[in-house]
Nanobody, 121 residues
Framework: QVQLVESGGGLVQAGGSLRLSCAAS????????MGWYRQAPGKQRELVARITSGGNTNYADSVKGRFTISRDSTKNTVYLQMNSLKPEDTAVYYC???????????????WGQGTQVTVSS
């Protein structure tokens, strides 16, 4: 089990920047990937960015070149730097952690509480 605490959401003008943070605690040694998803009202939740324990990253096509995911292993924290924000980026952003199964404990998807990002034109 992993606990995820998010911060950094808020209101920003189009073209501006925000940085989201997600601090993980609990069974952090079982995490093999972390990422960010977002969900706008009436729309399906979608992957924004993901980073593996080995440092490999991938991004949604809509955010490539604008968003950067990174991690700080010493603080068990993952970040999402969002630049050149657009109104279409407005959504609730959720931190996600994937844990491997071990013994009787199954692999799990763990989610943060979500943080609102609003981009105003």
């Amino acid at each position: 089990q992993v606990q995820l605490v998010e911060s950094g959401g808020g209101l920003v003008q189009a073209g501006g920047s925000l940085r989201l943070s997600c601090a993980a605690s609990g069974r952090i040694f079982s995490i093999n990937a972390m990422g960010w998803y977002r969900q706008a009202p009436g729309k399906q939740r979608e992957l924004v960015a993901r980073i593996t324990s080995g440092g490999n990253t991938n991004y949604a096509d809509s955010v490539k070149g604008r968003f950067t995911i990174s991690r700080d292993s010493t603080k068990n924290t993952v970040y999402l730097q969002m630049n050149s924000l657009k109104p279409e980026d407005t959504a609730v952003y959720y931190c996600h952690a994937r844990t491997t199964g071990w013994g009787t404990i199954p692999a799990q998807d763990n989610w943060g509480q979500g943080t609102q990002v609003t981009v105003s034109s």
